[in-house]
């Protein structure tokens, strides 16, 4: 039977560096054993919306906790961030904290990118493939001296990081589609997704890993499968359902969302959906019922479960759920 390793989402769009810094020590401290912290320049929501810089908060995180594994969920390593910053940044915190970091990376969204970048959108196509050689990158800067690169989007002449690991820095690609998915089994040392789709979509996404490591001759049963499950427990049912309004976002279609790079228009696009905003996630008073619906995910294969709690009262959320659902997930 597999292990399940559960861990919480700690959210940089909706908590300041100081608040979230406290919540993922009480995460720790109730058992949680990995934190995956979104990376965003902006918000989903310019009200009330919070965006600190996760490459210094991991290091004030590194440095006041002192188990639980650290790690992007996920961070673009293409545009913004130059792939050698990237590399640089985890292999100090890797050095700083040995087997406690883990690097999840993605395409990117216009939301995070354009503003600083201004040029077009690139097409989901070319973010693959800035992905793929940002990944290529950092893994030679992370085990080589004096790296030459001469790739399509980076270039490095004679590029050293003097400060690295004993062990390179694991690479978890996230994907939503199947193109994505087949790049984490060819590039990735694992993968990463979200909750609140068909059970069908999984399926192929992992059979899209398999087929990814297969063309490179890679054990895919060494991969980490990890997935972001987006859960509203509340022992006051009312409240559950209430605390996932906030992120109305996640529930726009892709089509309404894709490009969109203006936090005011995304937050006036989610509020005009707000109604919809409890659709991604599980809701529920009963924890039962929370943990075989989780469990459903971990049937499909995924050992590496990161909780997110969309409401405002973080700490009310990790004292009943960790009370709650992790003993019966634990089971």
Request: aromatic share 8%.
């Amino acid at each position: 039977m597999t292990t399940l390793t559960l861990g919480y989402k700690a959210s940089n769009e909706q908590f300041g560096p100081t608040e979230l810094l406290a919540l993922t020590q009480h995460a720790e401290a109730r058992g949680f054993e990995v934190a995956g912290v979104s990376d965003h320049l902006q918000p989903w929501r310019h009200n009330g919306g919070h965006a600190p810089a996760v490459l210094s908060w991991l290091g004030a995180a590194a440095a006041t906790t002192s188990s639980i594994t650290l790690g992007t969920s996920v961070l673009t390593p293409t545009m913004r961030y130059h792939p050698a910053i990237v590399a640089q940044a985890f292999a100090t915190l890797a050095c700083l904290q040995p087997g406690r970091v883990f690097l999840g990376v993605g395409t990117g969204e216009a939301l995070n990118e354009r503003p600083l970048t201004i040029g077009d959108w690139p097409g989901a196509k070319e973010r693959r493939q800035r992905l793929a050689e940002a990944v290529a990158l950092m893994r030679r800067l992370w085990t080589e001296e004096r790296v030459d690169y001469d790739g399509r989007f980076y270039r490095t002449e004679k590029a050293t990081i003097y400060d690295r690991p004993d062990e390179p820095v694991p690479i978890l690609i996230a994907a939503s589609g199947p193109l994505a998915a087949k790049l984490a089994g060819r590039a990735g040392d694992g993968f990463i997704c979200t909750s609140g789709k068909a059970p069908e979509l999984y399926e192929q996404l992992l059979a899209k890993v398999d087929e990814g490591a297969a063309e490179r001759d890679r054990d895919s049963g060494a991969f980490e499968r990890m997935i972001e499950i987006k859960v509203s427990y509340d022992r006051d049912a009312p409240a559950a359902l209430e605390a996932c309004r906030p992120w109305a976002a996640l529930a726009l279609p892709p089509e309404d969302k894709v490009g969109v790079e203006d936090p005011i228009e995304m937050e006036r696009l989610a509020e005009a959906g707000a109604d919809r905003a409890h659709t991604r996630f599980i809701v529920s008073a009963d924890p039962a019922e929370v943990a075989e619906r989780i469990h459903g995910y971990a049937d499909l294969g995924f050992e590496h479960l990161v909780f997110h709690g969309p409401g405002e009262d973080q700490e009310r959320f990790l004292r009943q759920f960790s009370a709650d659902v992790l003993p019966l997930l634990r089971r």
